[in-house]
């Protein structure tokens, strides 16, 4: 079975997967995978960009989405005209001389992959550029023309190493899809430290984070501009911040991680 493999470690954001898809479907008839798709409105695969944190701590995150070809696909089970389908290799396909345009579909699809083409007046999504395929193609446009290799395409089998350290991009579904995520975002606690009587910023001071329910300590220190950081935090945990240097203490109890912390700037009197 087909695969895709995407490494948000090494994804920047480029948006040229996205623009590959484009190129390769906009007005182009790939029948009988796809229709030509809309000039605006649709991303059969679109970069979601999400910025967080807070100024100045911010991190921004790129997570390219597309359709999961799922092994149990819920849109083939609401497909009534019976147009969709999934190919001996795993793409999950629209045939778009079956679809009536009931949007059954796009109801069940937990990942909004499937769009609405209101002038053809079917549904559409990914194809996993199947006629590319069927044409010789190794992979799909938008993993050609990945400059960082963050996307890989293949057997799933032969992508093994890469699946047994994938994580779900949406863990609240439980689906077995055919896109595999690596190092999915977690996380993060970040502040400055500094000296509020010298007015400067503070390196070199050991900042202690503990989980609150195991018990497990984080130590970082403090670099030349005062900051620490803390990434690869488990989801809605507490957590106790303690920070020293020399004979100074500061202690911050209960810091959740429902949402990514910029604790902001903390005075060490």
């Known amino acids: 079975m ?41 991303f059969w695969l679109g970069i979601k960009e999400t910025v967080r944190g807070t100024v100045p701590k911010v991190m921004v995150t790129y997570v390219p989405m597309l359709c999961m070809h799922c092994a149990d696909a819920p849109c083939m089970k609401a497909c009534k005209p019976g147009a969709i389908y999934k190919r001996e290799d795993g793409l999950v396909i629209i045939d778009p001389e079956k679809c009536t345009g009931c949007k059954l579909c796009m109801d069940v699809c937990p990942y909004d992959a499937i769009f609405m083409n209101s002038g053809l007046n079917i549904a559409q999504k990914c194809t996993g550029c199947a006629h590319l395929l069927d044409d010789g193609w190794e992979v799909p446009r938008c993993v050609d ?10 057997e799933e089998k032969d992508l093994k190493k890469y699946i047994a350290k994938a994580e779900p991009i949406t863990p609240d579904v439980k689906l077995k899809t055919r896109v595999y995520y690596l190092n999915t975002p977690k996380k993060w ?13 503070i390196a070199g ?25 803390f ?26 991680t429902d949402t990514d912390r910029n604790l902001g700037d903390i005075a060490l009197k």
């Open 145 to 154: 023309n990945c400059p960082t290799e963050a996307l890989k395409f293949g």
């Open 189 to 201: 606690v970040s502040g400055t430290l500094y000296d509020p009587k010298e007015k400067e910023v």
């Open 205 to 229: 001071a050991k900042c202690t984070l503990t989980d609150l329910e195991t018990r497990e300590a984080i130590i970082d220190e403090t670099n030349a501009w005062g900051d620490f950081w």
């Open 2 to 42: 087909k695969a895709f493999v995407i490494d948000l470690s090494v994804c920047n954001g480029c948006y040229a997967c996205q623009i590959a898809c484009k190129d390769e479907h906009v007005g182009n008839d790939w029948t009988p995978y796809a229709k030509p798709q809309p000039d605006t409105g649709h």
């Open 231 to 256: 990434r690869g935090l488990p989801d809605n945990r507490r957590f106790k911040l303690k920070i020293e240097k020399g004979k100074k203490t500061v202690t911050m109890d209960s810091i959740c």
